[in-house]
């Protein structure tokens, strides 16, 4: 085969897996992303566990402290709880350093803007760094193991540092 055939076939093997690629991580957009997303800003504890394997681990490093499915789900209860009671509102974002998947798993890390709005309208942002390992199970992705942290690199998580990684949305191109 000639060398110009052969930078071809990989120009287009390359272009293939970038596709599929593309593709799953479309996919985990809409099956965990956009409904965590969407249970935060909702405050819907259940749904916000619906993206979570049976098998998830929950590590916090700022806390520390590990959970296993049933904890996380306990403490996202309480947590979503108490913001009604509080009547705050809350908005989230993520944003993105890398996403590294299969067709089984995957790994995505970045930052995440945590939003609350009192009764008064004043607003409180947090910055955060996570890693999430995820598994397919059956047609779905699941979050196997979900990490956060309040610094990057042992650095406090900035607002510049959150904006300047790459927004969901520009995953779905």
Same mark, same amino acid.
């Given at each position: 085969?000639?060398?110009?055939?052969?930078?071809?076939?990989? #120009?287009? /093997?390359?272009?293939?897996?970038?596709?599929?690629?593309?593709?799953? *991580?479309?996919?985990?957009?809409? *099956? /965990?992303?956009?409904?965590?997303?969407?249970? @935060?800003? !909702?405050?819907?504890?259940? &749904?916000? @566990?619906?993206? @979570?394997?049976?098998?998830?681990?929950?590590?916090?490093? !700022? =806390?520390?402290?590990?959970?296993?499915? $049933? *904890?996380?789900?306990?403490?996202?209860?309480?947590?979503?709880?108490?913001? /009604?009671?509080? &009547? #705050?509102?809350?908005?989230?974002?993520? =944003?993105?350093?890398?996403?590294?998947?299969?067709?089984?798993?995957?790994? $995505?890390?970045?930052?995440?803007?945590?939003?609350?709005?009192?009764?008064?309208?004043?607003?409180?942002?947090?910055?955060?760094?996570? *890693? /999430?390992? #995820? =598994?397919? $199970?059956?047609?779905?992705? &699941?979050? #196997?193991?979900?990490?956060?942290?309040?610094?990057? !690199?042992?650095?406090?998580?900035?607002? $510049?540092?959150?904006?300047?990684? &790459?927004?969901?949305?520009?995953?779905?191109?």
């Amino acid at each position: 085969m000639s060398k110009s055939k052969t930078l071809t076939v990989l #120009l287009c /093997v390359f272009l293939s897996w970038d596709s599929v690629a593309q593709n799953i *991580q479309k996919e985990i957009n809409n *099956q /965990v992303w956009r409904v965590q997303l969407d249970a @935060m800003n !909702s405050n819907q504890a259940d &749904k916000f @566990m619906s993206v @979570m394997s049976d098998d998830v681990i929950q590590v916090s490093y !700022s =806390r520390p402290t590990i959970t296993n499915k $049933e *904890q996380f789900h306990n403490l996202a209860r309480s947590t979503y709880k108490r913001i /009604v009671e509080k &009547k #705050l509102k809350r908005s989230m974002e993520f =944003r993105f350093l890398k996403r590294i998947a299969d067709g089984s798993n995957a790994f $995505e890390d970045g930052f995440y803007k945590y939003e609350l709005t009192d009764e008064k309208l004043a607003k409180q942002e947090y910055y955060g760094y996570f *890693q /999430v390992v #995820l =598994r397919k $199970e059956g047609e779905s992705w &699941k979050v #196997l193991v979900d990490y956060d942290s309040d610094n990057y !690199s042992g650095l406090p998580v900035t607002k $510049e540092l959150f904006e300047n990684a &790459k927004t969901l949305d520009s995953y779905d191109n």
